[in-house]
């Protein structure tokens, strides 16, 4: 297992059961208890955990918040989504092969997409129905299905990415932090998205300026791992982190 991967696991079982031991994780992670000290350490240094002899607890803080369902999160800053999704699809070009995400911003995008020779790969049930009946040439991920998101995840859907080399990837993201990165609510789909930023030569991160100094409880990804495209930046500092493409402007 990969170290990023451990991190994503420990965090999980951290913030799920609140306090663990190294010797708990080192058993559930079939790794040594030394690497478990290591990673702890590397993690209460990212301030994602606290770290104490013996083991580690969840840093209880109000930056943390609760996942919306799909329905919920398709009614909120529609304007702005919109804006970011139609900057987005001129992007794609006819030759590119192009991974799209599931979210309602990226689905959003699909909408402005005119590059009918291009090829798409999704783990979005909404946005693989959208690109068929755009008469796309489109490939859909298996898996289990998240009711929340209507995302295909597990490690099914992951192998499958890696089997393929994205020319561009477009991904959704619930919180951006300076400190924290790119994260999400769910371990599953923080695997997804790494995953296709990892296999894609260039990735871009769709979230409208809400999502900004939030951080959810898995992290994917840094920021420098991606360039994002938002409506607008409450904060300059994140433009010494990556390339911010603000649309409005």
Known sequence: MLSQERYIKIQEVVNKKGTVTVAELAKLLETSESTIRRDLTALDELGKIKKFFGGATAIQTNQFFVEDTIRVKETLMQEEKTAIAQYAATLISDDDFVYIDAGTTT????????????????????????????????YMVGGKIRPTTEAIVGSEAVTNITRLNFSKAFIGANGIDIKAGYSTPDVDEANIKKAAISQSYMSFVLADHSKFKKVFSVTFDPLDQCCIITDKLIDKAFNNETIVKVVSD
């Not at 995008?109 to 129905?129: C, Q, W, Y």
Request: net charge positive; aromatic share 10%.
């Open 107 to 138: 689905a959003r995008m699909i909408d402005f997409i005119e590059n009918s020779k291009a090829t798409f790969v999704t783990n979005g049930i909404v946005h693989a129905r959208k690109l068929i009946d755009k008469g796309f040439d489109t």
